[in-house]
T-cell receptor, first 112, second 113 residues
Framework: EDQVTQSPEALRLQEGESSSLNCSYT??????LFWYRQDPGKGPEFLFT???AGEEKEKERLKATLTKKESFLHITAPKPEDSATYLC?????????????FGKGTRLSVIA | EPEVTQTPSHQVTQMGQEVILRCVPI?????FYWYRQILGQKVEFLVS????????KSEIFDDQFSVERPDGSNFTLKIRSTKLEDSAMYFC???????????FGPGTRLLVL
C-alpha cells in the first residue's frame, strides 16, 4: 500500500486558472511533509516543508497547507512557467529517521 | 546560493561494468543521500550516510552498491556490476541535520546497455 498518494496524476490549466494539488499520506509518525518541483530531466527543487497540522507556507503563487491526513498545494493564477511535476514526500518516524518517501507526483501543464 | 552538484550528467555503460557516480554536497551539510528514479516512476531512497558510515539503506541498496566519502567534498555511489534494471536517474541530496529539508542535485542519468 502506498504511503503517499498524489492526485490528480496530471492537470492542465489555462493561465490564470487557480487550482489545488492533493497529497494524502498514511504514515502514522509524520516527521515532515515536503513539496518539491521537478522539471523534466532535472532534480527535485525544494519548495516547502510542513511539520504539523494547520501549518501553511506561501511562496509567490504557491501555498501549501497540511492536515492530519493530507496536504494541498494551491496554485493561484498560474503562469506557463509553473508547468512542472510537483512531488510530495514524507518522512515517517517508523520508516527510519532520514529516508523521504515520495508520491508519484502531479504533472501540471499551464497553457497560455 | 549553495547547490548540490553531480557528475557526470549522463553515463552510458555496458551491462556488467562498474560505474562511479559523483556528488559534491552543500559544504556545511553533514548528512548525504542517494535516491534513484526509474523513468516514469517515483523517486526511491537508496542510502543515507553520516559520519563516514551508512546510517540507513533500502532493500534496493544491495551488495552491488557502495558509497564512499573519499575526501572532504566528494560523495560517491559505486555500482560494481551494472544490470539493465539499474538504468535510472540517480540523485544525490544533503542536509545539515537529518530532520531538515534535503536538497537535491541535478542528477546523473545512467543508461545500462
Amino acid at each position: 500500500e502506498d504511503q503517499v498518494t498524489q492526485s490528480p496524476e496530471a492537470l492542465r490549466l489555462q493561465e490564470g486558472e487557480s487550482s489545488s494539488l492533493n497529497c494524502s499520506y498514511t504514515v502514522s509518525g509524520l516527521r515532515g511533509l515536503f513539496w518539491y518541483r521537478q522539471d523534466p530531466g532535472k532534480g527535485p527543487e525544494f519548495l516547502f516543508t510542513l511539520y504539523s497540522a494547520g501549518e501553511e507556507k506561501e511562496k509567490e503563487r504557491l501555498k501549501a497547507t497540511l492536515t492530519k491526513k493530507e496536504s494541498f498545494l494551491h496554485i493561484t493564477a498560474p503562469k506557463p512557467e509553473d508547468s512542472a511535476t510537483y512531488l510530495c514526500a514524507v518522512r515517517d518516524f517508523f520508516s527510519g529517521n532520514t529516508p523521504l518517501v515520495f508520491g508519484k507526483g502531479t504533472r501540471l501543464s499551464v497553457i497560455a | 546560493e549553495p547547490e548540490v552538484t553531480q557528475t557526470p550528467s549522463h553515463q552510458v555503460t555496458q551491462m556488467g561494468q562498474e560505474v562511479i557516480l559523483r556528488c559534491v554536497p552543500i559544504s556545511n551539510h553533514l548528512y548525504f543521500y542517494w535516491y534513484r528514479q526509474i523513468l516514469g516512476q517515483k523517486v526511491e531512497f537508496l542510502v543515507s550516510f553520516y559520519n563516514n558510515e551508512i546510517s540507513e539503506k533500502s532493500e534496493i541498496f544491495d551488495d552491488q552498491f557502495s558509497v564512499e566519502r573519499p575526501d572532504g567534498s566528494n560523495f560517491t555511489l559505486k555500482i560494481r556490476s551494472t544490470k539493465l534494471e539499474d538504468s535510472a536517474m540517480y540523485f544525490c541530496a544533503s542536509n545539515r541535520d537529518r530532520q531538515e529539508t534535503q536538497y537535491f542535485g541535478p542528477g546523473t542519468r545512467l543508461l545500462v546497455l
